[in-house]
């Protein structure tokens, strides 16, 4: 039977769990079996049931080979071992955050006073509807519009770079503030997952951090995010009951919303789809080697199951639908060989804090991946771009300044 493999997902899960215990990778194992526990129950009240009781096939074998390799970096690399962090000089470390600081504030400017015009001014329970057909009426593109959504896109930095000075005794509590720009961003689309991404860098980052700071620190950080978590649940479940009318209707969504991606992406298997060689969630490196417009052949692909083009499906989804099968597992396969080679030097204790980094920014794109490819949108392809090229370079990078754990 086809669950059979998506329970042994769920065992290599747990086996990873077991073994790094409560760890950044951890939280991202445990969010995937959220995710492949709830399309069970979710499956028999759709009537799906089928998808997992049918016998093996090609695609649930498929399937499970993307999420074997999607999910095995987190399963054998153990951040809890890192005992050294090798880094930059602080005052070279300070002009960076300053710039970083003074960036981030003009994007929370910005998406503030859009925020603020969207709900003062917009009759929110039509403006998703509007967002979709003509888009955000409160913004007005041009530079400072994608100045300020390129830097709340890059988020994790600052907030990368807040637990670190944490961890050498200094509370930079202006770079925490400034990584409030990616929800604040999200929500100016009447978004909610800047809120729930947001809160989830931060658990991660204090998990990776946690054996680096002293405990006085520790407590007013847990303070100060336990503040913050309370005030971003409160717009998350605004934002939900707003869209969806009742409280029934809007645990309902969420249910539904855990549980769907693993189904969607089995269904859109089973279909004999056009693949858009990169024009679905790839555009920036798209335009480059292809002049055809590949998206709206597959889009005609989809024929009665157009549905399945906007429903969530993981991150697998956006990769299969733009490479296909193959392609996909090769770059699953390559990031894979990548992440080991910082597992090596994690295994030994000490790893740059480049590295640690990168490593931090994937454990989120696949975090956030639980249900769709976040950076599918120039903006976020730049950010691959970006994360990729520092993968490359804390290869060569060498440190003078190390930091051991308390």
Request: proline share 2%; glycine share 4%; with cysteine.
């Amino acid at each position: 039977m086809s669950y059979i493999l998506i329970v042994l997902i769920v065992f290599l899960c747990l086996f990873g769990i077991k073994n790094n215990g409560l760890s950044l990778t951890s939280i991202v194992l445990f969010i995937y079996i959220l995710m492949l526990l709830s399309s069970f129950p979710l499956s028999i009240s759709l009537g799906l049931i089928k998808l997992y009781v049918r016998p093996v096939n090609t695609e649930i074998i498929m399937i499970f080979f993307m999420l074997f390799f999607l999910l095995l970096p987190f399963v054998l690399l153990n951040t809890n071992k890192v005992k050294i962090i090798e880094h930059f000089s602080i005052e070279l470390m300070d002009k960076l955050s300053y710039i970083i600081i003074v960036s981030s504030f003009i994007s929370i400017i910005y998406f503030s006073v859009v925020v603020f015009n969207l709900f003062t001014k917009a009759d929110l329970s039509t403006f998703r509807h509007l967002l979709v057909s003509s888009g955000n009426p409160y913004i007005d593109k041009g530079f400072i519009n994608t100045f300020s959504g390129t830097v709340a896109t890059f988020y994790t930095l600052p907030l990368f770079l807040f637990y670190f000075y944490l961890s050498i005794g200094k509370i930079k509590i202006t770079l925490f503030f400034a990584s409030l720009s990616y929800p604040i961003f999200v929500l100016a689309y009447m978004g909610r997952d800047g809120a729930l991404f947001w809160f989830f860098s931060n658990a991660s980052l204090l998990l990776l951090f946690y054996r680096f700071i002293n405990y006085k620190t520790l407590r007013v950080v847990k303070r100060i995010l336990f503040f913050f978590s309370i005030i971003f649940l409160v717009v998350f479940l605004f934002v939900t009951f707003n869209r969806f009318g009742s409280i029934d209707d809007s645990l309902i969504s969420i249910f539904s919303y855990l549980g769907q991606p693993i189904l969607n992406l089995i269904k859109l298997f089973d279909l004999n789809i056009v693949h858009s060689n990169g024009n679905n969630s790839f555009n920036l490196f798209f335009h480059f080697f292809n002049s055809i417009d590949y998206k709206q052949q597959y889009l005609y692909s989809l024929y009665d199951n157009i549905e399945l083009s906007w429903t969530f499906g993981t991150i697998l989804k956006n990769l299969y639908v733009d490479f296909g099968f193959y392609i996909s597992l090769c770059i699953l396969m390559v990031v894979f060989v990548i992440i080991s080679f910082y597992r090596f030097k994690v295994n030994r204790g000490k790893v740059g804090i480049i590295g640690l980094f990168v490593f931090f920014c994937y454990s989120q794109i696949i975090l956030q991946g639980v249900f769709y490819f976040r950076q599918y949108n120039d903006v976020g392809n730049l950010y691959i771009i970006v994360i990729i090229s520092m993968a490359f370079i804390g290869f060569f990078v060498k440190y003078k300044y190390y930091l051991e754990r308390k």
